[in-house]
């Protein structure tokens, strides 16, 4: 605890002059911190390789910034290996307000994500995903159905869910026309144990699809990454 009584980030102790930044300021973190807070609760998230200063704060004040998402309602999901981090509603079994807004996703935007996750998850040694959408929209055919003769609906529906990544920023594009870099934080968004039951449940949807139907059913909704991105 300084003098001030103004407590410091975790490893140290800080003065006034390093918390306090404007008269009448009553906050607790360092600036770094604050705007830390800031890119997490504007979204989609916080990566090292788009907000490296960032992310450095983050690491040197995580405990700090995690007690101030609490306050919130929110906790904070970090990946330090993948040096991604976002917030989302507490999961805490209390009656909380939910501060961060939902999405819901449709039968082909699940499909979508959960094939971006597994190529991203078939990665190793650090090397960004990179994916087409034409390569992808192949791998969602499976679920057009047999006799869906409706080839040009379909693949209009594949592209709006692939837009709403780009959206959500779990895409963003390269310097390569055509490829996008799926974002490391969808290693976060869905655990094991969800992903394995969504796939189970939508590998029955698939198969129940009527033949020649030009609707997949709308069934999930999830707490993505929230979509109005800034860089510090």
């Keep these: 605890m300084s003098e001030s009584g103004v407590p410091g980030p975790a490893g140290g102790e800080e003065s006034v002059s390093d918390v306090v930044l404007w008269d009448g300021d ?3 973190l360092r600036e770094p911190s604050r705007r830390v807070l800031v890119q997490l609760l504007r979204g989609p998230y916080l990566s090292a390789s788009r907000h490296g200063n960032l992310w450095t704060a983050l690491l040197s004040d995580e405990d700090a910034v995690r007690s101030s998402l609490a306050d919130l309602f929110l906790d904070l999901v970090t990946d330090h290996a993948a040096q991604v981090a976002f917030v989302r509603n507490t999961s805490a079994d ?16 699940t499909a ?4 971006l996750r597994q190529t991203l ?7 960004k995903t990179i994916v087409g959408a034409d390569e992808v929209a192949d791998q969602l055919q499976v679920y057009r159905g047999k006799d869906n003769a409706d080839i040009a609906g379909f693949s209009k529906r594949i592209n709006s869910s692939w837009q ?20 490391p934080v ?32 709308d069934t999930d909704s999830a707490e993505l990454p929230d979509t109005d991105e800034e860089t510090e």
């Design 121 to 127: 998850l078939q990665e190793s040694g650090g090397r």
């Design 26 to 28: 009553n906050g607790t």
């Design 186 to 217: 969808l290693r976060l968004v869905f655990g094991a144990e969800e992903i394995a039951a969504v796939q189970a449940e939508y590998r029955r949807l698939a198969a129940e699809v009527e033949p020649g139907s030009a609707e997949l059913p």
């Design 112 to 115: 979508l994500l959960l094939h």
């Design 164 to 183: 709403k990544m780009v959206k959500y920023g779990l895409l963003a594009a390269t310097s390569t026309e055509g490829r996008f870099e799926v974002s």
């Design 94 to 109: 209390v009656d909380a307000p939910k501060v961060m807004r939902t999405a819901t996703l449709t039968f082909l935007d």
